[in-house]
């Protein structure tokens, strides 16, 4: 019985796979081999693809703003959610209707989101166009220091969502008997987070 049980669960597997390998493995390995050859002509140079690449200047600010992008956005996003899942976790009433709400923008491809920003942040975007309702400059904001910070603010507004419900499966494994027995004891706000953490490390999100 379980031999038939294991043999139908490879074939209802086998699709699956069967196109990780076709439209995944097999296109990356081609990558892979490709990286060894002259764009034209498929004459094999060993490394010298990867070493144009380490060398190009345009490489190595990528990856440090990719660095700098992930040194902000990753705390501020685990900060926020974190933050968020408490508070609707003492507002159950409406921790459904939150939770839709902050998901949302999960639900709005990438393009549509590059098309939205763009019409607000653009040289002619709305942006501007309420800036000069009070008789300010506008700027050409995606071509300044502020599109950094429009970046990070696009990535936690799309991701914040996901994190929260996240932090709330985790929370609500959290007793409520430890957070009386907290306050019994006397531990103040910063305590009772601390027993949550250590809820947390103790029953993990899986």
């Known amino acids: 019985m379980k031999r038939k049980e294991q043999k139908a669960a490879y074939l209802f597997l086998l699709p699956s796979l069967a196109g990780t390998a076709i439209f995944v493995l097999i296109p990356f390995a081609d990558v892979i081999r490709r990286s060894f050859l002259k764009a034209v002509g498929n004459t094999f140079v060993g ?43 003492r507002l159950p009433a409406a921790k459904a209707f939150f939770q839709t709400l902050f998901l949302l923008p999960m639900a709005v491809p990438v393009a549509s989101l590059v098309v939205f920003w763009k019409l607000i942040f653009h040289g002619n975007g709305l942006l501007n ?50 957070y009386e027995a907290a306050k019994v004891s006397g531990a103040g706000s910063w305590e009772c987070f601390f027993i949550i953490s250590k809820a947390l490390h103790e029953h993990p999100v899986k």
């Open 47 to 89: 490394f010298e693809n990867y070493r144009d690449v380490l060398m190009n200047q345009a490489f190595r600010e990528a990856v440090l703003h990719t660095v700098k992008f992930l040194a902000v956005c990753l705390p501020l996003l685990l900060l926020f959610s974190f933050g968020t899942a408490l508070m609707l976790c």
């Open 129 to 178: 166009e309420a800036l000069q309702l009070f008789e300010l400059e506008g700027k050409e904001w995606m071509s300044t220091d502020a599109a950094f910070l429009i970046l990070v603010f696009s990535y936690i507004w799309k991701n914040l969502g996901y994190d929260i419900v996240l932090w709330i499966a985790a929370l609500s494994g959290v007793g409520e008997e430890q």
